[in-house]
């Protein structure tokens, strides 16, 4: 294989991940058919929300709603604010990250380095720590507006701006053709909805029978219309039980399944120790979700799912302990 050129910046190494087929795991259950897992966690910022935040910002910057040299503001769970604080900087916005405590501190510190300004956000009263609410959500939503308001800056909101769709089309783009054309199931465990989306669009449009598996957590399958019994789960990222989700085109989905914190603590071990691949909690839910669909309706199928992020964001929690 010919060695890529040196290139003009960072921001252009985004995009482009490797997939993996994981025989291993599918041998040993005696599963019949594909697992291809993409490992978004290659990316420079080490997860798939480097590829929203360059093209939200290109969008902006195209249709002026960002103007150069603006700081641009983002309510983000740390990857998206990781992949925004390298393109903020490459091209020339100050960052402003707002987080929640209830998202691991390696974020914090790797936006920091990045020359991101951080600002964390005190969890609920009753919320428990390294997980997410809803109510948690709503907290830092809060302070997302006030320092937007405070600092006439551009948000770079992955809930309601369509470059977070569009950058997954390329995505689609990639898992079809890596996979050859052979991919007929992709699952994907959701927050804003914009990797499922994007990534579904493309790959309908190359062959409209493919089947998309919407992930949620089992306490919590607010999207499948099923009771939420617990709000908070350990699926950093996502599962936040939100049912109005702008991004998310229902059609697009062609069922949803419930993962639990154990099963996603096992499949995330799983990938990283049978595999080597090195992701966190959504990609062990993404794996469990994977191998649901293959040991029941996709038998025999080709399912393709993200690696979303890189295990290195989750030394701080019981993942790998
Ligand atoms: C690690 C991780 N997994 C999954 C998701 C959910 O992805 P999406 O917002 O594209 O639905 C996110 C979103 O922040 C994430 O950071």
């Given amino acids: 294989m010919k060695p890529s050129p040196c290139f003009h910046s960072i921001i252009e190494v985004i995009g482009n991940t490797p997939m993996v087929e ?5 041998a040993e259950r005696s599963l019949q058919g594909r697992i291809l897992a993409k490992c978004e966690y290659m990316s420079p910022g080490f997860s798939k929300k480097d590829r929203i935040a360059l093209e939200m910002l290109r969008e902006a910057r195209r249709t002026g709603d960002l103007k150069p040299g603006q700081t641009v503001v983002e309510l983000t769970s740390g990857n998206t604010g990781t992949g925004l604080a390298i393109c903020c ?12 405590k209830g998202n691991t501190i390696e974020r914090a510190h790797m936006m920091r380095a990045l020359g991101a300004d951080v600002v964390l956000v005190d969890q609920a009263p009753h919320s428990p720590p390294n997980q997410v609410s809803g109510e ?39 898992i079809w053709e890596q996979s050859e054309g052979q991919v ?9 909805g914009g990797s499922y989306c994007g990534i579904m669009r493309y790959l309908r449009q190359q062959n409209p029978s493919i089947r998309g598996y919407l992930i949620e957590p089992a306490t919590a399958p607010a999207l499948a219309g099923g009771d939420v019994t617990q709000q908070s789960h350990k699926i950093q990222g996502g599962g936040y039980s939100m049912c109005d989700l702008r991004l ?28 080597g691949l090195f992701g966190g909690f959504s990609s062990g839910a993404n794996l469990a979700g994977a191998l649901q669909v293959l040991a029941g309706p996709e038998q025999g199928e080709t399912v393709a799912m993200l690696v979303c992020d890189s295990g290195l964001k989750y030394l701080s929690t019981d993942l790998y302990q």
Avoid: W
């Avoid at 994981?22 to 599918?26: D, E, G, Q, S, T």
């Avoid at 900087?89 to 929640?100: C, D, E, Q, Y």
């Avoid at 062609?254 to 595999?275: G, N, W």
């Fill in 22 to 26: 994981l025989h291993r795991i599918v």
């Fill in 89 to 100: 900087k490459a091209l020339g916005h100050p960052f402003v990250a707002v987080m929640s």
């Fill in 136 to 174: 948690d959500l709503a907290l830092v939503e809060q302070r997302t507006r006030e320092i937007l308001q405070e600092r006439g800056a551009f948000r770079a909101d992955q809930f309601n701006l369509m470059g977070n769709v569009l950058a997954h089309e390329y995505t689609g783009r990639e």
């Fill in 184 to 192: 007929t199931v992709f699952v994907d465990f959701t927050g804003t």
């Fill in 248 to 275: 998310l085109d229902k059609s697009l989905v062609h069922a949803y399944l419930r993962v639990s914190d154990d099963e996603v603590i096992a499949c995330a071990r799983l990938l990283a120790c049978e595999e």
